[in-house]
């Protein structure tokens, strides 16, 4: 008896000793936090344009849009952390075009007139110069009723064009309007135009100082009265866009503050000695 007790002892000892320990469970693991989402990148800027009104806005060879609207539009983009994509739009369609949604912005020196402004709003102007009359040198020039019988080609929708509808056909000139400023130029140097009304400063940078202005010059006085030519070159956009309006006004305002307005505007006009923003 004795033994049978020492050998189920020792039996039970050697099973205690085989018993498999199972281990602990192994901690969950903690989650690492979620990475924030990026900030979504912020739309483009839709910009019109009509690149028919150099140095203003005009193409390269390679047909980049360019010139002083072009830069200034692109400076304000770099403010508003937005990139400008630039839509080519004819020129007496751009109010039609925008209300339409078809951009966001015109920025091609789009005068700021009462007219307008029962369409469209405006930001505050970017630049502002006078408008001139051209025509041939041969031409004696004493007055406007002088220029009656004169044939005379305008912009379509232009402010030019509301001023020689104005004061010009009433004392008998020829007027013509065109869907863009270089067709002006165009018939002018075939010879059926005797001149133009065109802003003083596009018109300088566009066609008198080339070749096939040599032969025109400016004549009368300088060309502003508000009634036709509004209160300087502003950004039209549609109404009720109040906060994209403030945005592009503080931007104007930074452009003007650090010196790049300037150097945009000596980059085109330097060489003429005129302040291109203007009263």
């Known amino acids: 008896m004795k033994k049978l007790l020492l050998t189920l002892a020792a039996l039970s000892v050697l099973a ?16 690492a936090p979620a990475a924030s989402a990026p900030a979504p990148e912020a739309a483009a800027l839709k910009v019109a344009i009509d ?9 390269t060879a390679d047909g980049k849009p360019t010139g002083f609207d072009v830069d200034i539009a692109t400076a304000l983009c770099e403010q508003i952390k937005r990139k400008c994509e630039f839509v080519e739009q004819a020129w007496d369609s751009m109010i039609p075009g ?7 912005v015109i920025i091609s020196s789009m ?13 505050d102007k970017y630049y502002n110069t006078p408008s001139r009359i051209v025509l041939k040198k041969s031409v004696k020039f004493t007055d406007v009723a002088g220029l009656k019988g004169k044939k005379i080609g305008v912009l379509k929708g232009s402010t030019q064009e ?13 007027v013509s309007s065109y869907d863009a400023q270089d067709q002006v130029y165009l018939d002018i140097k075939s010879g059926r135009l005797d001149g133009t009304v065109a802003d003083y400063m596009e018109v300088t940078g566009g066609f008198l100082s080339k070749p096939e202005g040599a032969n025109y010059t400016l004549v009368g006085p300088d060309l502003k009265e508000p009634k036709y030519y509004g209160y300087g070159a502003g950004i039209a956009l549609r ?18 503050a650090s010196g790049a307005y300037k150097t945009i505007a000596d980059k085109y006009f330097a060489k003429y000695n005129i302040d291109i923003y203007g009263e």
């Open 16 to 31: 205690a000793c085989g018993k498999k320990e199972e281990p602990a469970p192994a901690a969950a693991p903690v989650a």
């Open 162 to 174: 509301k001023y020689a509808m104005g004061e010009l056909t009433p004392a008998g000139v020829k």
């Open 239 to 256: 109404k009720g866009e109040d906060k994209l309006k403030g945005e592009l006004n503080e931007g104007i305002k930074a452009i003007r």
């Open 98 to 104: 925008l209300n339409a949604k078809k951009y966001d």
């Open 111 to 123: 005068s700021i007139t009462d007219d307008r402004l029962k369409e469209v709003d405006f930001t």
């Open 51 to 59: 690149p028919t009104y150099e140095p203003f806005t005009f193409k």
